[in-house]
C-alpha cells in the first residue's frame, strides 16, 4: 500500500534524488541538477497556493515517488490550469504513478483548473500510452535547443 501527502520541507532532499535519478535514466541526461536551486524552487512551490508537491510513501513511510506542478491561467484564455513540473516513482513503486495524478487532478479541481497539462522526455515515449489511458490527449509537442 501506498499514501500520498503533501510535500513539505523535509521531503526536499528525497526529490531531489528522484530528480537526479529520472535525469540519469531519460533523455534530460544533457541537463544538470543543481540541488540548490530545485531546493528554492521546491520550497517556493510548497509554501505558494499555485504549487502542487506532493510524495508518495510505502507503508513504512518511504519515499517512493512524487509530483510537482504548478497552477496558473493559461495565456490564450486565463483559464486555470495545472502544469506538471515532474512526475516520478522510484523502480519499486512503478505502476503507482496513477495514483499521484489522481491526487494531482484532485488539487486543480480544488484550485479552479479547468485542464490539467503533462509531459514526457522523448526516452520514455512508452508513456503516451500510460497517458492516453490516464485520459489526455495530445496538444502540443515541444522541441529544444541548446544556446551557447
Known amino acids: 500500500m501506498h499514501l ?6 523535509g521531503d526536499i532532499p528525497n526529490i531531489i534524488e528522484g530528480i537526479k535519478a529520472f535525469v540519469a535514466a531519460s533523455s534530460y541526461k544533457i ?3 543543481d540541488p540548490l536551486h530545485v531546493e528554492n524552487m521546491l520550497l517556493g512551490l ?11 510513501e510505502t507503508d513504512e513511510g518511504h519515499f517512493a515517488g512524487c509530483f510537482v506542478g504548478l497552477a496558473h491561467a493559461h495565456l490564450f484564455s ?3 490550469m495545472l502544469g506538471e513540473l ?3 516513482t522510484t523502480p519499486n513503486a512503478r505502476g503507482h504513478g496513477g495514483k499521484l495524478r489522481r491526487f494531482a487532478e484532485e488539487w486543480a479541481r480544488d484550485k479552479d483548473c479547468k485542464t490539467f497539462g ?31
Open 118 to 148: 503533462i509531459a514526457y522526455p522523448v526516452s520514455e515515449s512508452h508513456l503516451e500510452k500510460v497517458y492516453r489511458r490516464w485520459g489526455f490527449t495530445p496538444c502540443e509537442t515541444h522541441w529544444r535547443k541548446e544556446l551557447n
Open 4 to 9: 500520498i501527502r503533501d510535500a513539505h520541507q
Open 86 to 88: 515532474f512526475i516520478y
Open 46 to 56: 510548497i509554501n505558494s497556493g499555485d504549487g502542487c508537491v506532493a510524495v508518495l
Open 78 to 80: 486565463g483559464q486555470r
Open 31 to 33: 541537463d544538470t541538477v
